[in-house]
């Protein structure tokens, strides 16, 4: 019997891959695809203009490939349970279908709206295609509890299978909207470097699947943090927004990897789709999994609360050029490389700073274009070394880190061209150059550029006596260092960042 069904685009934003979109093609005899711009997200998140750009461009390739098939996107913007009752009654809907989304505030609305649809006499239609893997069912196959290792997690999911009409009026009512149009102030707008978008995504996909050297011999912790071209693939947007499957990122790596000597996870580029699952997978299993107060996993720190420091780092004033030149790049084009992320996280929170891991998951929330409830809230844990990372002792230097993979400071001088005149032997710390060089570099330190707002070598150590003494307030059993001091063998997990940090 055919009949009329809403397909509701969330993070899904795709036609290939996307087994509720095939679920609502069932039978149906008239599909509306929708998008709604949830009120809730930019009331209660942080969405930075360069992420709404991805949005807004990510909408605009969906419609034209709908556009292809003689459909349309419709995007309203309301409350889904406001919106829905009236929808299913203009529409003569009886099958509403939509992506799995694990999220806390996505499985609320989610209840809501089966519940609303229900009581419409709407067929409701889920499907998992977000994640490699129904995160429900690791935390059942792990005897109900989370898996709080990446071994652990391997081990769990070593046994689970990887999951693969329009109107005249259309534009006036359903059409996609402008950043103007959303209110939204675009001169900070920076250089459009990753278009959102399907269609960029398999594009992007492709162009690196060609590489098949790089990607058989793939090392994360060996890219840089600070090349002037991304040493990564960069799809992590893609993947975020549903722009791109896992799914099918997964199966392209398997059919290159076919026949070939390759890397393995955790370092490979499966290892990376895994990092994914696995925070997916503790995000949903552990309680209040984006604050510390609460979060029976993370280590209760005794944070200082320093606006103006905060603002310091967030807005690239700390005085350190290789910290200022990442958040100079994060602000500017929304993406960063992972180990520029642990840098500057690990500046903030426990190595210089000592400014809560929430503060910056806010800033990242912001300004990331593949910001990432899950990930976001689990990397800063990681970092901040509160959960899952327990080797506190292990400091990422702001400036010597930078110069193992940039003698000369190339990296810095790009994103901050006011620094670019100083020799190679101060860029890095151009407080300490003669007040000749200074000038002659035609930036004066405490003038032109700010001072270090620390001494990092003062302030990591005092910090480290601060995280020791956080770590002694927990019990034996509940004491991570202590137990990863009694074995030697460190799991598979730490070592990447091992080799990355340098205590300094």
């Known amino acids: ?291 510390m107060q609460g979060n029976p996993h993370c280590v209760q720190v005794d944070w200082d609360s320093n606006p103006e420091l905060l603002s310091a780092w967030s807005e690239a004033r700390t005085g350190f050029p290789f910290i200022d030149a990442i958040m100079t790049q994060l602000r500017q084009e929304g993406w960063i490389h992972h180990l520029a992320r642990h840098a500057v996280a690990c500046f903030l929170t426990r190595g210089d700073l000592w400014i809560s891991w929430e503060e910056g998951q806010k800033v990242f929330e912001e300004l990331l274009l593949d910001a990432d409830w899950s990930l976001n809230a689990g990397n800063w844990q990681w970092l901040s070394a509160s959960t899952f990372f327990h080797q506190y002792f292990r400091v990422y230097s702001p400036i010597a880190f930078g110069k193992k993979t940039d003698k000369y400071g190339d990296y810095i001088k790009k994103y901050l061209p006011g620094l670019k005149m100083f020799p190679a032997d101060y860029i890095y710390e151009p407080w300490k150059a003669p007040r000749s060089i200074q000038e002659r570099a035609g930036c004066i330190v405490g003038k032109d550029y700010p001072r270090p707002i620390v001494d990092h070598m003062v302030a990591h150590k005092k910090n480290l006596q601060r995280m020791k003494a956080a770590y002694a307030k927990h019990s034996p059993e509940e004491n991570p260092i202590e137990k990863g001091q009694k074995r030697k063998a460190k799991s598979s997990m730490e070592m990447p960042q091992k080799k990355a940090a340098k205590l300094y």
């Open 1 to 291: 019997m055919s009949q009329n069904s809403i397909h509701w685009f969330r993070k899904g934003l795709r036609l290939h891959d996307n087994p509720a979109l095939m679920a609502a093609l069932r039978d149906s005899r008239h599909i509306y695809p929708l998008f709604l711009l949830d009120p809730w997200f930019p009331n209660n998140t942080r969405i930075g203009i360069n992420r709404w750009r991805f949005l807004i461009q990510t909408l605009r390739d969906l419609d034209n490939s709908l556009k292809d098939l003689n459909s349309r996107l419709f995007v309203i913007q309301g409350s889904p349970t406001e919106v829905f009752p009236e929808l299913f009654e203009k529409w003569n809907i009886s099958r509403l279908t939509f992506e799995v989304d694990t999220e806390p505030y996505s499985r609320r609305r989610d209840e809501e709206v089966i519940r609303v649809a229900e009581r419409c006499g709407v067929e409701v239609i889920s499907k998992i295609s977000h994640t490699l893997y129904n995160i429900d069912r690791i935390i059942e196959e792990n005897n109900g509890k989370t898996p709080m290792t990446y071994v652990r997690f391997q081990s769990v999911v070593a046994a689970i299978g990887v999951i693969t009409l329009h109107s005249k009026d259309h534009e006036e009512h359903f059409g996609i909207p402008s950043l103007e149009d959303l209110g939204l102030d675009t001169s900070s707008l920076g250089p459009d470097l990753f278009p959102g978008g399907e269609q960029e995504a398999l594009r992007r996909l492709d162009e690196h699947m060609q590489r098949t050297s790089w990607v058989c011999n793939f090392e994360k912790p060996q890219t840089s943090p600070n090349s002037l071209n991304p040493s990564t693939t960069v799809l992590s947007p893609y993947v975020r927004f549903g722009c791109l499957s896992a799914r099918t990122f997964w199966w392209k790596l398997v059919d290159v990897y076919r026949g070939k000597k390759h890397s393995h996870p955790p370092v490979s580029l499966h290892g990376q789709l895994l990092w994914r699952e696995f925070f997916y997978t503790t995000a949903r299993g552990i309680p209040n999994f984006n604050k």
